[in-house]
């Protein structure tokens, strides 16, 4: 058996990176960047007010009250063309552009209107209003033709906000990495499909697609082939299209895991078998005449757990990034554990309370790895390494926060 780090630079060896399409900015989030993108134009393109006000000369404003002639408006997208004169202004709203010969805003608040004997509307300044005061100015947000996004980045909605402000309506990304999803399993029936008393509903297919749509892949589900040679065979002959197969079950030493021996005879080369965890030790990995190939354990926790650990570095690395490993953290365990043996364990765990900093942990008192209700009321995987000693109650852990772990995904 190898260790799960050998396992997953074995996997990321055979990958190689997906090319590339070009996607209007609605359907561009959580897409990953190809090129550097640049502003396409100067934002703000002119000198702005920041407030809803009065542009004034800033020397007009240094002794108060000073009384302004209020000569014409500069709403957003509008613009007032004259010449700005000494003891005139010009009513700006926010987003307005400044008028030739102002310098600077003064708020609304900071005024009273009036008039004087010849009707003649004029604004009474009573503050003094420094250069530049609440102006943005012309470029202060970027300019045209600088850098906006540096390529290989994944577009967060953030992004996508600064790319639409620079006026670029389509980006060049990584086309998303189609991955088969194969099940297997004479028991298995799909969700809302009529079920024999001994069957099971495929849960795996859609858990994984979840996380393969979430870290940026496209899943394609292959279907349920049956425990034998043709149906098997058949079905993963959908594949043939797919950057990457992911077969679900089948994968043990059973007399019905077919894995291996039947889509060994269609062309699969085997990397390696088994690896030292728990749960999914039956993991395999190698390649169906030129498609990358994972063979999960069919528990749902095996699978998640293999998931985390192997498939979304590995579609990541599809996606041209570097591949993210689940980020541990420290916590304390509230109670004792007994020693490992020496296969790496992922505990499902519950958060309990904080203690110093750090949060309390405690395992589900159940760990069978066909269980997804524990699986979903987790906040976390509590990692154990091979042959790690046995614990006392209030020892430090490493955990997978699970909600925490791919926020930006
Ligand atoms: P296997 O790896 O095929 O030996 O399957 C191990 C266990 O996982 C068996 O109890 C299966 O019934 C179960 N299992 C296999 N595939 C799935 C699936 N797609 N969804 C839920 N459970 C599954
Ligand atoms: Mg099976």
């Known amino acids: 058996m190898i260790s799960v780090d050998e396992a997953r630079s074995q996997i990321l060896k055979e990958i190689s990176t997906v090319d590339t399409e070009v996607v209007s900015l609605d359907q561009a989030l959580g897409r990953v960047l190809t090129e550097d993108v640049l502003a396409r134009r100067t934002q703000p393109p002119s000198h702005m007010s920041a407030m809803d006000g009065f542009a004034v000369k800033s020397s007009d404003t240094q002794t108060i009250p000073a009384k302004l002639k209020i000569i014409g408006e500069a709403p957003a997208g509008g613009s ?28 609304q608040e900071d005024t009273n209107l009036g008039e004087d004997s010849q009707q003649n509307e004029y604004v009474e300044i009573r503050e003094i209003t420094p250069v530049g005061h609440y102006v943005r100015p012309a470029g202060l947000d970027f ?9 290989n980045r994944r577009l967060s909605a953030r992004d996508i906000g600064l790319l639409a402000a620079m006026n670029v309506p389509w980006v060049t990304v990584r086309r998303r990495p189609r991955i088969a999803l194969l099940s297997t399993g004479d028991e298995l029936v799909r969700p809302g499909e009529p079920v024999g008393h001994n069957q099971i509903i495929s849960s795996n297919s859609l858990l994984v697609a979840a996380l393969i749509q979430q870290t940026g892949g496209e899943a394609i589900d292959l279907g349920i082939a049956k425990d034998n040679e043709d149906s098997l065979r ?28 039947v889509l060994g005879k269609e062309g699969l080369s085997i990397d390696f078998w088994r ?32 998931s985390f650990l192997f498939l979304i570095p590995a579609i990541d690395a599809l996606l041209g990034l570097p591949p993210r490993l689940p980020p541990l953290s420290p916590a304390i365990i509230s109670h004792s554990v007994k020693e490992n ?3 790496e364990d992922y505990l499902r765990a519950r958060i309990t309370g904080e203690d110093g900093g750090l949060p309390i942990v405690e395992l589900f008192e ?26 006392t109650a209030q020892s430090r852990v490493m955990i997978i926060k699970l909600r925490a772990a791919y926020p930006d995904v």
Request: glycine share 12%; proline share 7%; hydrophobic share 40%.
């Open 275 to 306: 690896i030292a965890m728990r749960p999914g030790k039956p993991l395999m990995s190698g390649d169906l005449n030129g498609t990358p190939m994972l063979g999960m354990p069919g528990n749902p926790v095996s699978s998640m757990i293999c």
């Open 143 to 151: 300019t045209e033709g600088a850098v906006g996004l540096k390529a």
């Open 80 to 107: 007032y063309n004259g010449m700005v004169k000494v003891g005139e202004t010009v009513r700006i709203f926010t987003g307005g552009p400044l008028p030739e010969g102002t310098d600077s805003i003064v708020i």
């Open 366 to 391: 159940k760990q069978d790895s066909s269980m997804l209700s524990p699986l979903a009321d987790a906040d976390c995987l509590v990692l154990r390494s091979p042959s790690a000693s046995a614990l």
């Open 341 to 343: 043996d020496q296969r």
């Open 234 to 261: 058949q079905m993963a002959a959908g594949a043939q299209s797919a950057d990457m197969l992911v077969t679900l079950g089948g994968a043990s030493v059973g007399d019905h895991d077919l894995v291996q021996s």
